[in-house]
């Protein structure tokens, strides 16, 4: 650790970082712009300057840009310099000569950026007494307001844009002072990571559009550190809330997990929460007044769940806890996962697979540092975001790191690196049935049916261990890859696999485990990943619990038994006639959940719960990380509590989550560390709890005073060592329990750098979370060997697969506008060849036969799709579940 | 026992004194036209709200006792969609109007304002909002701001040059 020199006081600071970052980690207050952590520094805003001395003797010094120079040992600088402190002055100045007088009615104010550093530098009046530069906006689609004037060049946007989201529709436009940052027309940003453009532009020219619509400044929010409920990889999230609304969502940085960004359909798909399809009052229908009081309802059901002939189904987007309290309620003997068959069997087969500790199951930031992946049959540009934006940094992390290598050049000079390393990348495969952004940056790229994927997995596999067998000669040209993607994976150091379930096939997953093995065996770092469909589908598979069917059977032995539901749209996991049997089967019907659908239709005892943000629990994301979230705020409303509340007060348990912590662990050893997870709720700092509200939360006697001009008394929280005042402990509590990111002077995100160790690094006191799917130390293993038949097309029948959308596929993200507006329209897609054949063409309607029955879609032909496969949206509202994976007939209406 | 004494006789000099209280309410009390009493929203000179609903004055008031919503119209005009202010917590400190970007919210020369319920003395916008432009007139926040809400396009505000034309690479 080479010692630097700052203001005549030694400090020891990391080698291989610049300045600024070293200034900043040792906690001084030094301004910046366009440097990044994420992004690295180009020296673009002239913000950082320090002055440097040549030597112990001299006197004068020279400024340069702190987060162009890099660490030496013995190297003194001025950070209070006089010289320095009025250059960064001036910056300011010069910056500001062309700002608007904006701030009271822009969205950045109060979490600006530019706020804080106009401040920091002293600046405070305007001098420049000539004319200002002006823009005109563009209308950049539902999720991103656009106010150009307020522009301040730091090119943060297009680099974030372009080189870590790989967007190519916002650009740099015009020249000199009047360059412009946007689209070449109007229209809707095409990146689904264009989110982070609100968190990434220090200034208010990109802004959450969502957040505009209901607008309220940072100190207003009561906030909690929260985990998003809208994928597996379960990227950590601040919701922030006022007036008993979810108002914004912003990325809560985990360097495990999601680090500095989010994808949109996380960022935007929060509305559900405030929606008017919110379930808000227990009812039991078929009385003469449906809407009951708590009493009533635990009575009853305290009554209906007593003579045991009862089962309970358990879901994938409720939490750990709430499927627990099912579990004991219910027993264990008698608790399903709210998953078909098929997704049951995949899901064991990952869960098996990761338990056996035979490979380390990879977490985002390993991804990351890996530099060779394989992507196997899973989409993950539209299943797990985050992680698709994880493959792209690795890609080119791995690429920057040779360039970096030949040349002595640090590696956050990111122009200069950029520029070095040109075209060239990391090593990706991407072998999928439909084509997927990441081909772009894909060294191999691979269009093919799941069965033949699989196979080709197998044969990397085999090329790699020479037990296995190798496939035979007369193959087709697909597997002709093979050995080139073999030879890849085996000449890095660090090698990661990611797969997953949507294309319901088991192959793909064995095939991907082989892969990860031979690569284990030959000595590599390897680590592997599967991606599930919901938040807490890691969570439910973990329970082993049987699929939904083998409910089904149950209730055809048994009649009259009672059903508990807890979260989960039974008419979205089944087709529409099983689903049907189902009901006709059950005796009463219990659903719990945060949304009406066709499920709470038809339950006959009706109980509303908490989202993500009224509750407390936790969800286990596709690593096998139990992350706690934690309740944003309470509702006015007291029948809106968790599943797990709902089911441990009908069961007289108790509504401590501590202890219901320490339960599951006992129940179910699969769970060990939950309680662990987060500190406990009585934990204190000097007495303190910590406050979800900023110090300077306004409208305290106001908010409520039409109701009551008394205040009300604030809530308790028993499940959390948070408060729901502005009162409590000030500094930095520990990562788990973060609300939000705030320190004197900083008012924006960037306040994040003083939560980490070091700016970009782990949270001080270690990332949140508790991994329970660990690799064991001396890993056994054996191979799978039943490799599955070549695809080949069947005539008049298809094999029908899922297509997955990000924006569209989600269940609840689909009660956000803007994610429903930017969504698709149901489609079958079919390759070329199959479409001429037919004599249909783009548009045409196809009718899709199921088991007697018939459904119409307009035509999509996909030019890079197999031959004898079908596509079509799933998850879409307007679509039906159809068994995807069987084979089907399609005509032309 | 002389202090006694000198106090007593200037007590008894007050009585030949101008009286400085006054039979209110009939006789009305005279303030200085920047005494800082009831609190107005007042509106600018094209008659439009002027309050662009930014939260300072909420966030300056040391009582907490301003609540509002920001909302929106078609052009992208900020107003309030509610504004509360709990006059029974208020101090009139008046650094609501300090923190006012807009010359909105004014503490104007009235103090007639009580009430025999406190809840009475919570006031919405309605109970806020006047007809005039208070204490300083001509001010008009939009005129003098970047963004277009309706008020004046981009660029014809004072001290703007017309928006860049982007596609040219002219100086
Ligand atoms: S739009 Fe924002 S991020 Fe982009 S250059 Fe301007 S200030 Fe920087
Ligand atoms: S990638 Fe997944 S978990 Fe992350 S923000 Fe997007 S939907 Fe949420
Ligand atoms: S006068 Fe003072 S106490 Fe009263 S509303 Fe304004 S800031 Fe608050
Ligand atoms: S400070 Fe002025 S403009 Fe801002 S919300 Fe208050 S009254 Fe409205
Ligand atoms: S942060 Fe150093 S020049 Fe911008």
């Known amino acids: ?893 | 026992m002389l202090s006694h004494i000198r106090t007593m006789w200037l007590v008894f000099l007050h009585l030949f004194r101008k009286k400085a209280t006054i039979e209110y309410p009939e006789e009305k009390v005279k303030l200085h036209p920047r005494y800082k009493g009831r609190i107005v929203l007042t509106r600018d000179p094209d008659g439009g709200e002027r309050c662009v609903g930014c939260y300072l004055c909420a966030v300056a008031c040391p009582v907490d006792c301003i609540a509002l919503q920001a909302t929106e119209d078609e052009q992208g005009r900020r107003y309030p969609e509610f504004f509360r202010i709990n006059f029974s917590r208020c101090i009139f400190c008046g650094y609501c109007e300090e923190a006012c970007p807009t010359y909105a919210i004014q503490l104007i020369p009235d103090f007639e304002m009580a009430e025999y319920r406190r809840q009475d003395l919570v006031f919405e916008k309605e109970d806020l909002l006047i007809n005039s432009q208070g204490k300083y007139p001509g001010y008009n926040y939009y005129k003098v701001a970047g963004m277009d809400a309706g008020v004046k396009a981009k660029g014809t505000g004072k001290n703007e040059d017309p928006p860049v034309d982007i596609h040219s690479l002219l100086p």
């Open chain 1, 1 to 893: 650790m080479p010692t630097i020199r700052i203001d005549d006081k030694d400090y020891e600071v990391r080698d291989g970082k610049n300045l600024l970052e070293s200034c900043l980690a040792l906690g001084f207050d030094l301004p910046y712009f366009c440097w990044h952590p994420a992004m690295g520094s180009v020296g673009a805003c002239r913000q950082c300057a320090v002055k440097v001395f040549k030597d112990e003797q001299d006197t004068r010094g020279r400024l340069v840009m702190s987060c162009m120079e890099p660490v030496k040992e013995g190297l003194r600088l001025s950070i209070v310099d006089p010289a320095a402190k009025a250059f960064r002055e001036q910056v300011i100045e010069w910056l500001m000569t062309n700002h608007p007088h904006d701030c009271p009615v822009c969205d950045e104010g109060g979490s600006c950026h530019l706020q804080d550093m106009t401040v920091m530098t002293g600046h405070d009046y305007r001098r420049y007494q000539y004319r200002k530069r002006t823009y005109q906006n563009q209308y950049l689609g539902p999720f991103i307001h656009h106010e150009m004037n307020r522009c301040i060049q730091c090119y943060r946007c297009v680099r974030f844009y372009r080189d870590i989201a790989g967007g190519e529709d916002l650009n740099v436009y015009a020249a000199h002072d009047h360059i412009y940052f946007g689209r070449e027309k109007e229209g809707v940003l095409q990146s689904p990571f264009s989110g982070n453009l609100a968190e990434i532009c220090p200034t208010g020219v990109f802004t959450d559009k969502t957040l505009k619509a209901h607008y309220t400044r940072k100190w207003d929010l009561t906030n909690a550190g929260s985990v998003c409920p809208h994928c597996s990889l379960g990227c950590n999230i601040f919701a922030g809330e006022r007036y008993g609304e979810i108002r914004c969502i912003t990325n809560r940085f985990n360097s495990e997990v999601n680090g500095y960004f989010l994808c949109d359909k996380g960022r935007f798909g929060y509305e559900f929460v405030n929606s008017e399809n919110r379930i808000r009052q227990p009812l039991i229908r078929g009385r003469l007044v449906d809407a009951v009081s708590e009493d009533q309802l635990l009575e009853y059901l305290r009554h209906l769940t007593g003579n045991g002939n009862i089962i309970g189904i358990g879901s994938p987007r409720a939490s750990v806890e709430t499927n627990f309290s099912l579990m004991q309620l219910v027993g264990i003997d008698n608790f399903y996962q709210g998953v078909n068959e098929d997704t049951a069997f995949l899901q064991k087969r990952v869960t098996d697979i990761l338990e056996s500790g035979t490979l380390r199951s990879n977490s985002l930031r390993d991804i990351e540092s890996s530099d060779a992946i394989l992507v196997l049959g899973e989409d993950i540009w539209n299943t797990a975001p985050i992680m698709a934006l994880t493959v792209r940094q690795s890609v080119m992390k791995t690429a920057f790191s040779q360039t970096v290598q030949q040349i002595s050049l640090p590696s956050w000079n990111d122009i200069a690196v950029r520029e070095l390393t040109q075209e060239a990348r990391g090593y990706l495969a991407n072998a999928g049935t439909s084509g997927s952004p990441l081909d772009k940056l894909a060294t191999h790229h691979v269009q093919a049916a799941p069965d033949d994927i699989a196979r080709m997995g197998y044969a990397i596999a085999a090329h790699l261990d020479p037990s296995l067998p190798p496939l035979s000669k007369q193959e087709n040209e697909l597997t002709a890859r093979t050995g080139e993607i073999a030879l890849a994976l085996s000449l890095a150091r660090k090698p990661a696999i990611i797969s997953g379930i949507s294309a319901c096939n088991e192959a793909i997953l064995k095939a991907a485990y082989n892969i990860a093995w031979a690569l284990k065996r030959m000595g590599k770092e390897v680590g592997i990943s599967y991606v599930l469909p919901e938040c807490n589908s890691m969570g439910l598979a973990l329970t082993k619990a049987p699929s939904f069917e083998k409910a089904l059977g149950r209730l055809e032995r048994n009649t009259g038994t009672t059903v508990i539901v807890a979260e989960q749209d039974i008419y979205r996991c089944l087709p529409e006639e099983q689903a049907e049997m189902f009901f006709s089967k059950c005796g009463k019907i219990v659903v719990l959940d945060v949304l009406h659908n066709r499920t709470t239709e038809r339950a006959h005892v009706l109980i509303p719960s908490a989202s993500f943000a009224e509750g407390d629990g936790s969800f286990v994301n596709n690593e096998g990380r139990i992350q706690r979230f934690y309740k944003v705020y309470a509702p006015e409303n007291n029948n809106v509590i968790e599943g797990w509340k709902w089911l441990e007060r009908i069961g007289g348990g108790n509504e401590r989550i501590d202890q219901l912590h320490t339960m599951i662990e006992k129940g179910l050893s699969q769970f060990a560390g939950i309680s662990t997870e987060a500190p406990a709720a009585g934990f204190r700092i000097h007495g303190e709890a910590v406050p979800r509200e900023p110090h300077r939360y306004s409208g305290r006697t106001a908010m409520w005073a039409h109701l009551q001009v008394s205040e009300p008394k604030p809530h308790q929280d028993n499940n959390a060592p948070l408060s729901f005042t502005m009162e409590g402990y000030k500094g930095i509590p520990p990562a788990a329990i973060i609300p939000f990111y705030w320190a004197p002077g900083w008012n924006s995100v960037q306040a994040l750098n003083k939560y980490q160790e070091i700016p970009g690094g782990k949270l001080t006191g270690g990332n949140p979370g508790v991994r329970v799917l660990n690799e064991s130390a001396e890993p056994r293993g054996d191979f799978f060997t039943d490799m599955p038949e070549a695809f080949s097309a069947r005539r008049g029948r298809w094999l029908l697969l899922p297509a997955y959308h990000l924006l569209g596929s989600g269940e609840m993200s689909m009660e956000s506008r803007g994610i429903a507006e930017l969504s698709p329209e149901p489609y079958l897609a079919l390759s070329m060849q199959d479409a001429v054949a037919m004599n249909a063409t783009t548009g045409s309607t196809m009718v899709v036969q199921i088991m007697g029955k018939a459904y119409s879609l307009p035509l999509k032909i996909a030019e890079t799709l197999t031959d004898g496969l079908a596509v079509v949206p799933a998850g879409l509202p307007a679509m039906p579940v159809l068994p995807f994976g069987s084979w089907v007939e399609i005509v032309k209406k």
